[in-house]
């Protein structure tokens, strides 16, 4: 599995997977469910990635001791992007 896709839950809904994280040996995806038009909604959820016999499935993380750990490596990962982000010039104007 990989970031910036989406798959399909057993319940028929859609997720973005937004970021990956490591813990404890396992992979974790911080994931956001998209609405009927397959738009990003204000719910997020974190799915363990579970691997067995070279299937690919999810579980939904709902212990909170868990959730607290990684909520820090994925806000540490978004930290870290926003400051590679390039500079921007407040002068400078764009046509969009």
Do not use: H, W
């Amino acid at each position: 599995m990989r970031v910036d896709t989406v798959i399909t839950l057993d319940n028929d809904v859609n997720c973005l997977l937004l970021d990956k994280a490591s813990y404890n040996d396992e992979n974790y995806f911080l994931s956001v469910i998209l609405d009927e038009s397959e738009e990003p909604s204000d719910e997020y959820i974190v799915l363990k990635e579970i691997v067995e016999n070279n299937q690919y499935s999810v579980e939904r993380i709902v212990d909170e001791a868990i959730l607290t750990e990684l909520i820090k490596l994925f806000t540490k990962s978004f930290g870290e992007k926003v400051d590679n982000l390039p500079e921007f010039d407040d002068n400078k104007t764009s046509n969009l």
